[in-house]
């Protein structure tokens, strides 16, 4: 057979049963054989191909397997590395096989050549060019391993157009490299620590990231705070590991998470931080972070450890194996008093002269959710209003783009959580200024009959971009303040879908309800108003305690009159 189909079968056999991608000149021949095995491998086209790779990782997020890309050369190859950059922090595994120009034209700046490999260096787990034929299939077999095996990451194959379609028999083929990354957990001696540092803890906290549901530790992690009667808070990438209605969750932490959430992380005296990175946007000002607690750091990665924040024990393994012998170690424990005191902490009471807000929006899908109902977000305030208020159920129904902050990402990514999971209710939440970005993905669902229902906040602004230029700039807003003037009930009939331009809480229950009983895609508009903030917000160089909570406060500067 020739390159081309060696691929397609060897992904088939790998049990990769859906790619994305955009085709070009230089794979034009990969395409031929795809063609052949269409019964076996499903193929869904976008438009784009930064969405192609969004759609692929939305699939890795939604189901823990790898997802796979095809893009060609040149443009096609430059249009991914958004897509890659996103998928390379957040620690998603994806497969992106990139066309080249022919072997015999490389570095002679050939029509659509670019050095895809050396631009994506620094944001892949892994790259290569391909050189030869002897090395394209097990190049491709490393490529799968590598992607999921230890700390996940994209991995990028280019593969010149020759190689596609050269003779490649399995005789010809080099020795496969194990690339497998062994795990492992505690020993009696690490075991002992965490159980010395738990001895006198009167107030633990689990802080728990999106390393839980990468290592597909959830009932571990549920199995942990209920021994140790221990609450959880999560970061950005960590909703939906444990049940938001569970009496031990308490949400988000950081810049938008809750007061009651923030002033944990700095009573708790021992802090089980799992598979958590201590960004920035979590411990503010890093000097002032928890200083009365001794942290505990679980992590596949060791390169994580005391990168932020330094930590009194540094465990470095298999996180879900981890999890069990802490659980089992520790044995069960109570601390009614911690967990009283949490209770009387001051909630805030937020002041909203508004009928249709945030907070009615998510308590109305909240009413709706269950087990199988999946979260996307594009990136703004939409996203951190989603990430405070709803109250996830199940396991990977949290779609979202944490470390890069991507604008742009969220219908690709719906796409192709929806793709990979036909039974679960996909909503895609994002706002104007995101959805501009990617609106042209309104084709791909119109095409391929993809049931995903689009809820756009639309308050006419890139609205967290405005939200500090109000708070911190002076209310100076230069360049956020969006003169929209589409028509987005007649954009979604364009595309043969549905949409509807809501005011109130009660249109937007009904507009809702009327989605879910139609087979298309449904694109409701929620006219918000501009000045709506996303609170509470941890100030920049701010301590976590130092967070404004108050819908009042955040209007305390007044607009500017003009620039």
């Known amino acids: 057979m020739n390159g081309a189909e060696a691929i397609i079968k060897t992904l088939i056999d790998a049990g990769v049963g859906t790619v994305f991608g955009y085709p070009g000149g230089a794979v034009i021949p990969l395409y031929h054989e795809l063609y052949k095995y269409q019964d076996q491998i499903h193929h869904i086209r976008l438009t784009h191909e930064q969405h192609v790779v969004h759609a692929a990782d939305g699939y890795a997020r939604a189901t823990g397997n790898v ?99 050269s003779e490649w028999t399995p005789e010809m083929s080099r020795e496969l490299r194990k690339t497998h990354e062994t795990l492992h957990g505690l020993d009696e001696a690490q075991l002992d620590q965490v159980a010395a540092l738990f001895e006198k803890a009167q107030r633990p906290l689990i802080y728990a990231g999106g390393g839980v549901r990468l290592s597909g530790s959830e009932p571990e992690l549920k199995l942990l705070a209920e021994s140790l009667d221990a609450p959880v808070l999560n970061t950005l990438m960590g909703l939906g590991n444990f049940p938001r209605n569970h009496l031990l969750s308490f949400g988000l932490a950081g810049m938008h998470g809750s007061k009651i959430a923030n002033r944990m992380m700095n009573e708790a005296d021992v802090i089980l931080t799992i598979g958590a990175r201590f960004s920035d946007r979590v411990i503010g000002d890093p000097s002032k972070f928890a200083q009365q607690a001794k942290i505990i750091h679980l992590d596949v990665d060791k390169t994580e450890i005391d990168k932020n924040i330094p930590v009194a024990l540094s465990l470095v393994g298999d996180v879900k194996t981890m999890i069990r012998q802490i659980a089992e170690r520790l044995g069960v424990r109570r601390h009614e008093t911690w967990l009283k005191e949490i209770s009387n902490y001051e909630k805030p009471v937020f002041k909203n002269k508004y009928a249709l807000t945030p907070q009615t929006v998510f308590g109305a899908l909240n009413e709706r959710m269950d087990e199988n109902t999946l979260f996307a977000t594009d990136v703004g305030q939409h996203q951190m209003w989603a990430a405070q208020y709803l109250e996830f159920q199940g396991i990977r129904n949290w779609v979202t783009s944490g470390g890069l902050g991507t604008m742009g990402f969220g219908l690709g990514a719906a796409i192709g959580a929806k793709v990979a999971c036909p039974h679960k209710k996909v909503y895609l939440i994002t706002g104007d200024g995101s959805f501009r970005m990617n609106m042209n993905e309104l084709a791909s669902l119109a095409e391929h009959g993809i049931k995903v229902d689009i809820i756009l906040f639309k308050n006419n602004a890139l609205g967290m971009v405005r939200q500090w230029q ?19 009930e007649k954009l979604a009939s364009a595309f043969g879908l549905k949409g509807k331009v809501v005011y109130t809480p009660e249109a937007f229950s009904e507009a809702v309800d009327a989605a879910a009983l139609d087979s298309a895609a449904n694109l409701i508009v929620v006219e918000l108003n501009t000045n709506i903030n996303v609170l509470p917000i941890i100030p920049p160089g701010k301590s976590i305690s130092d967070s404004i909570e108050d819908w009042e406060e955040a209007d305390l500067v007044p607009p500017a009159d003009s620039l």
């Open 67 to 165: 997802g796979v890309c095809f893009v060609t050369s040149g443009p096609g190859a430059t249009n991914t590395v958004t897509g890659i950059a996103t998928a390379f922090i957040d620690s998603i595994p994806l497969v992106v096989l990139a066309g080249q120009v022919p072997s015999g034209l490389l570095g002679l700046d050939s029509f659509q050549e670019i050095d895809i490999t050396g631009i994506t260096m620094s944001i892949t787990k892994h790259n290569v060019l391909v050189r030869s034929m002897k090395d394209l299939i097990p190049t491709l077999i490393e490529a799968m391993e590598i992607a999921v095996s230890g700390r996940p990451g994209p991995v990028l194959v280019d593969i010149p157009k020759d190689f596609f379609l």
């Open 470 to 488: 109000k708070m911190f700039q002076s209310g100076v807003y230069s360049e956020t303040d969006i003169k929209d003037i589409i028509d987005f």
